[in-house]
């Protein structure tokens, strides 16, 4: 079993950055790969960035460029940094392994950009 706890969401004005973290318990953390997650209000969870277990990054289109996933095993934390956030990345973050585990979901982030 693995749990994960998402932090470092706010308000922000678009152009600007955030940096996400999510700290993952559980003894089998290393051996999965993870993503991270979001949800805007009245749209379906989308997988925005996945990271495997020695590395390789993938991420959706609309986010290439400007998000970065990286994880730290040796801490069991997974990193989204986000750059040049647009009003269109406002959602709720979340992390999970890929594919996602129903029993995995925390309670998310909330990331907002507006000016």
């Known amino acids: 079993q693995v749990q994960f706890v998402e932090s470092g969401g706010g308000l922000v004005q678009p152009g600007e950055s955030l940096r996400l973290s999510c700290a993952a318990s559980g003894r089998f953390y290393s051996m999965f790969t993870v993503a991270w997650y979001r949800q805007a209000p009245g749209k379906q969870r989308e997988l925005v960035a996945a990271i495997g277990i020695i590395g390789s990054p993938d991420y959706v289109d609309s986010v290439k460029g400007r998000f970065a996933i990286s994880r730290d095993n040796a801490k069991n934390t997974v990193y989204l940094q986000m750059n040049s956030l647009k009003p269109e990345d406002t959602a709720v973050y979340y992390c999970?392994?890929?594919?996602?585990?129903?029993?995995?979901w925390g309670q998310g982030t909330q990331v907002t950009v507006s000016s």
């Open positions: 999970n392994t890929q594919p996602p585990r129903d029993t995995f």
